[in-house]
Every structure is written in C-alpha cells, then in structure tokens.
C-alpha cells in the first residue's frame, strides 16, 4: 500500500532563507502532486510532477521528483512572509486513480 | 469560471446522528473525489466517484458513504455520527478520473463538528 511522507512537519524561517521540504513515497509512482493550504481555505494545486528527473519552478518555489529514490523535494529560494502556509504531496499511481496525501507541512516564514 | 462548491460550509451536529454533505464540481468535470482532513491523521482518501459509480474507496467504516447523480453532484453522508468524526470534509473534482496534467481542484469544505 502507497504510504507518503513529508518532513519537516513544522519549518520556522527568516525571510530571505532557503529551505527544502522533503516527500518521501514507499511504492511505485509514477505522479506527484503539490499543494499549498493557506489557514482557513482550500488546497490549490501547485505542481504536477510525471517523470523521473521532471523539474517544475513557480517564482520562490521549486519541486523536482527522483523516481528511483521515491522521492520528491520543494526548494523555497529566499523565503517571504506570503510563502507562509501549509504545503502537501501526494501521490498516485496511473490506474488506481487514489492519491494519498503526505501529513503535510507547516511553513511560517518570519520577517 | 464557478469552482467546486461544497455545502454546508459549517455543521454541529451532535453524536449519533446522520449528516449529509454536498459537492459540486466544476462545469464539466465528471470525477468527484472526497477526503476528510484532521489534524492528527491529516488528509484521508474517503472515495472516488465517476459517472455515478463509486470507482475507489478508503479505510473507513460503512458509516461513511456516498452518491453521485447524472449531473456530477456528489453527496457523502455519515451516519451514526461519532466524536472522531469532526473533520474538514474536503470534495475535489478533474475533468476525468486521470488528473495527470492538473491535479485535483478542491473545494473549500465543510467542517464538521460533532458534540
């Protein structure tokens, strides 16, 4: 069975800062998926992610997927305060259609 | 373009009784897919539903079912609410049921709040 997970589970950062959050994912997949939460509101998708080495770049943000390690990163560049929420993988196999979510983590960036 | 409407968007009700949520996905998408979030489990897949057919079902007991009707509108309904069941009830809809190139939209949920 898919299990997905993300670490840190809580990142404090100063404004300006790079940080990394890692997803790590225990079976084959061949997708991935990142979302941002912001307190209070729905998740907007961010990145789609389909192939080994696949890198996608959305202003501060960065997230790539190495298949062969299972493992999936979003690099923040020079953090600001509005990159301030909530951040979730997920992963899908094609053909099951069933994504399973990481635990998400929380990112507050200080100014 | 209208996007996933979920209804209610707030719900007290008190344990043992029955609750029925709605979805409705964006104009022309025909999957509609539902997960409960917590803070301690995070986000749960619930089910997936596709041309009126339940396709996908998650980890959760028979008390938590659902529906979709021709016009894509999907319901979820718990019954015999429990105090593990306040969550944010989360309903996400894709044009079909391969969302490869955008991911899913998500609606805003209704939060659920057993007592």
């Known amino acids: 069975e898919l299990k997905v997970e993300q670490n840190p589970l809580f990142l404090s950062m100063q404004e300006g800062k790079n940080y990394t959050i890692y997803c790590n994912y225990s079976t084959t997949s061949d997708r991935l998926y990142w979302y941002r939460q912001d307190p209070g509101k729905s998740l907007e998708s961010l990145f789609v992610?389909?192939?080994?080495?696949a890198v996608k770049q959305e202003g501060r943000l960065m997230a790539s997927l190495d298949t062969k390690a299972r493992l999936s990163t979003l690099h923040i560049t020079a953090a600001v305060h509005d990159l301030s929420a909530t951040y979730f993988c997920a992963a899908g196999t094609s053909g099951t259609y069933k994504y399973i979510f990481g635990t998400g983590t929380r990112l507050k960036v200080l100014a | 373009k209208a996007g996933v409407t979920q209804t209610p968007r707030y719900l007290i009700k008190t344990r043992g009784q029955q609750v029925t949520l709605s979805c409705s996905p964006i104009?022309?998408?025909?999957?509609v897919s539902w997960y409960q979030q917590t803070p301690g489990q995070g986000l749960q897949f619930l089910f997936e539903y596709f041309s009126e057919t339940q396709r996908n079902k998650g980890n959760f007991p028979g008390r938590f079912s659902g529906r979709q009707f021709s016009n894509s509108r999907s319901e979820m309904n718990v019954s015999t609410l429990e105090l593990g069941d306040s969550a944010l009830y989360l309903c996400?809809?894709?044009?079909?049921?391969?969302?490869?190139?955008?991911?899913?939209?998500f609606g805003s949920g209704t939060r659920l709040t057993v007592v």
């Open positions: 992610l389909l192939s080994n080495g």
């Open positions: 996400a809809s894709s044009w079909n049921r391969d969302i490869t190139n955008y991911g899913y939209t």
């Open positions: 104009s022309g998408h025909r999957s």
